[in-house]
């Protein structure tokens, strides 16, 4: 049966997982994906026009993958005028579950830039900028809100280098107890617990260290590997074996005996 007959065939809840496998190879093979405000009428601005025309120099009729952030996509064409034009159906996809979150401390320089475009390609949901003690880099109220701006910017660029339906939540600046006490969330802390999904939230904290009242207030702790990672790195790491974990491509990890390592508290 031909595809149109087939899709035809089917209810509509049963399209939905066609047509988004289908908008899905069809991003890939996209001459760009950018991420517009309303995608009934997918506009782009100057910052992206000038980057579809000078960088990409893209040709009328090539195919541009357009997404509003929110888990919505649409296929359109480059126009002669510069514009996009329609050239599919909207398409939405729900979040994955569970939501994963990574929370770090800020670090010198644009090391934080870097590791919310990392998170960001790679899926996370959320990503917390945490106010530690033991933190060298401070934000005050007027630095941290330009810093936010700007990481939110970069996780734009990075959903659209990657193809992404969904820009994550940033967050900021929130203290590490607020976080460390709630429900599903981790402390990434040398010795810890394999990280899993039961802790689909871990936060990472600056190059000093967790204060002894900051790991005392945590529920859980992970541990990610034997070495010594830089903050940023430590971020990446969290959300590369979140990620993977949530995808199905790793298990966790099993204890000597064979049987699946317990959380921590878990009798």
């Known amino acids: 049966m031909p595809n149109e007959a087939r899709e035809a065939a089917l209810?509509?809840?049963?399209?939905?997982?066609?047509?988004?496998?289908?908008?899905?190879?069809?991003?890939?093979?996209?001459?760009?994906?950018?991420?517009?405000?309303?995608?009934?009428?997918?506009?782009?601005?100057?910052?992206?026009?000038?980057?579809?025309?000078?960088?990409?120099?893209?040709r009328p009729g090539e195919a541009v993958s357009t997404t509003d952030g929110s888990g919505g996509w649409r296929l359109c064409r480059y126009a002669a005028d510069r514009s996009l034009e329609p050239d599919g159906e909207i398409v939405r996809r729900p979040r994955l579950s569970p939501l994963i979150t990574v929370g770090f401390a800020p670090v010198k320089g644009d090391r934080p830039e870097w590791a919310v475009q990392k998170l960001t390609e790679l899926g996370v949901d959320r990503i917390v900028i945490l106010r530690a003690d033991l933190g060298v880099v401070r934000w005050d109220a007027e630095r941290a809100a330009r810093h936010l701006d700007r990481l939110r910017v970069v996780a734009r660029q990075a959903v659209m280098q990657s193809r992404q339906w969904w820009l994550?939540?940033?967050i900021g600046m929130e203290g590490v107890d607020s976080w460390a006490k709630e429900p599903g969330v981790a402390m990434a802390v040398p010795g810890g617990d394999p990280p899993s999904l039961s802790y689909p939230s871990?936060?990472?904290?600056?190059?000093?260290?967790?204060?002894?009242?900051?790991?005392?207030?945590?529920?859980?702790?992970?541990?990610?590997?034997?070495?010594?990672?830089?903050?940023?790195?430590?971020a990446v790491a969290a959300g590369v074996l979140l990620v993977a974990l949530r995808a199905g491509l790793v298990h966790p990890a099993a204890a000597s005996d064979g049987r699946l390592k317990p959380p921590s508290g878990t009798p």
């Open 202 to 234: 871990v936060l990472v904290g600056p190059e000093g260290g967790w204060s002894d009242a900051e790991q005392e207030s945590a529920s859980a702790q992970v541990d990610l590997g034997p070495g010594v990672l830089r903050t940023e790195s430590a």
């Open 11 to 58: 209810p509509d809840t049963a399209k939905e997982p066609i047509l988004r496998d289908e908008a899905k190879e069809a991003a890939r093979r996209a001459a760009a994906h950018v991420v517009v405000a309303d995608l009934e009428s997918p506009a782009v601005g100057d910052d992206d026009r000038h980057h579809l025309r000078s960088v990409l120099r893209l």
């Open 168 to 170: 994550p939540e940033l």
